[in-house]
């Protein structure tokens, strides 16, 4: 970056902070990997410059040639990989891809049956603090509160009852697989809609390491930064008669200039899920997951539900005493970067945070396998047992820092 290191060497040495962090910490936020180089070269390119108001061919500003064909191969990789009937690459992002469903098939007020955010759902599945619970009436189903699973009879009762317009799979924190057939049939049975929201599971079902939603969604809708390993930014996927509703949402109706950085960004990373490297990262991410759940458990912590399909670790830290946030604080401290979640249960003790959530996604993009999840949980615990004792949290520190060395994020 030599040319920002000139411009404003205040910010250069920012990012060059960041850079250093990431390479000597463990990045366990489940929403975050590590994207290839070569997508954050394409996030660096001329392609900044151009403005692509409208599609392929039916733009509003001359020059987009080559723009169309980068936009028209976003489109065709994305089908191809997920096996979609239509694709839009332009959203912003997760919100606003969920936002553009909603308005492409309802109306202001409708009523959407969405999971509740303390069993593991999104803000943008209808949470009061977002403006998609103040546009449409939402209700929420939950999960068992003995499995901690997703209640489909209460979902398919809930759906009986309140006649919503559309259902919404999928979460942010919930670490099984969601069985998308009978979501879909609960949907159909009502003549509802069915979206499923994968942000999180986007790579691992591009991979088939897990089911994918597409077969049995009318949308589904992701971001590209998770497990995708790609760029900032959302993606619809839809059923062909609803092609055009979701492509006027998104251009004239809620957007204005897409961001064709960000569309390359995804075209590539599309095509780099195709390939055996990027599959077998998303195999042992899931294999990596399941063995830090069982590793955390034989620690004695309790994990929701009792094990993970995913990427995605819930540990119920109340159940040692212990609060979401300051655990979250205490292991930074030694460079284990994870963060509080709400977990089922905590809605009934207002202003609880019982949960930490982990990921193996970026992690594992490192390198890292079963063997470092042993470490990473036994950093965990010491880090824990250690709180009150500053030399015993400055050597797990050293530990840390040199089982990051060991595999670097960018090898320059």
């Not at 290191?5 to 936020?29: G, V």
């Not at 799979?169 to 509802?192: F, T």
């Not at 619809?236 to 509703?245: D, E, G, M, T």
């Amino acid at each position: 970056m030599a040319h920002l290191a000139m411009a404003d060497p205040e910010i250069a040495s920012l990012i060059d902070h960041e850079r250093i962090r990431l390479e000597e910490t463990l990045n366990l936020i489940a929403a975050e990997n590590h994207m290839p180089a070569a997508v954050l070269e394409t996030l660096g390119s001329v392609l900044n410059t151009k403005t692509i108001e409208g599609y392929p061919g039916k733009r509003f500003h001359a020059g987009c040639v080559h723009v169309d064909e980068v936009e028209t191969l976003a489109i065709a990789r994305g089908r191809g990989l997920f096996g979609a009937e239509h694709v839009n690459v332009q959203p912003h992002s997760g919100t606003s891809a969920n936002l553009a469903v909603y308005f492409a098939v309802l109306e202001v007020g409708d009523r959407i049956l969405s999971m509740k955010l303390a069993h593991g759902g999104h803000l943008s599945h209808g949470h009061p603090a977002s403006i998609t619970g103040r546009c449409f009436d939402f209700r929420h189903y939950s999960v068992d509160p003995e499995t901690e699973l997703i209640d489909y009879a209460q979902v398919q009762r809930l759906a009986g009852e309140f006649q919503p317009r559309m259902i919404v799979a999928g979460a942010s924190s919930y670490p099984r697989c969601i069985d998308y057939a009978r979501m879909a049939k609960i949907a159909r049975s009502i003549s509802a809609y069915l979206l499923v929201d994968m942000a999180h599971l986007a790579g691992l079902v591009a991979a088939g390491v897990i089911p994918s939603p597409v077969p049995h969604s009318d949308f589904v809708t992701f971001t590209g930064y998770k497990t995708l390993m790609g760029p900032r930014g959302g993606v619809i996927l839809c059923r062909a008669p609803f092609a055009r509703k979701i492509d006027r949402t998104i251009f004239p109706g809620c957007q204005g200039t897409s961001a064709v950085n960000l569309i390359a960004a995804k075209a590539l990373i599309f095509k780099l899920a195709g390939e055996k490297a990027f599959i077998d990262t998303q195999a042992q991410t899931v294999i990596n997951a399941t063995h830090l759940a069982v590793a955390l458990a034989g620690r004695g912590y309790r994990i929701v539900t009792g094990g993970t399909d995913n990427h995605l670790v819930l540990v119920d830290v109340g159940a040692r005493h212990l609060e979401g946030g300051e655990v979250e604080k205490l292991l930074e401290t030694v460079g284990i970067i994870a963060n509080r979640n709400v977990i089922p249960g905590d809605e009934s003790k207002p202003g609880a945070v019982s949960g930490v959530r982990f990921g193996t996604a970026a992690v594992t993009t490192r390198g890292m396998g079963t063997a470092e999840m042993d470490m990473i949980a036994d950093l965990i615990d010491r880090t824990l047992a250690g709180a009150h004792d500053a030399s015993c949290l400055a050597g797990i520190k050293g530990e840390v820092q040199a089982l990051c060395k060991r595999f670097p994020v960018y090898a320059y």
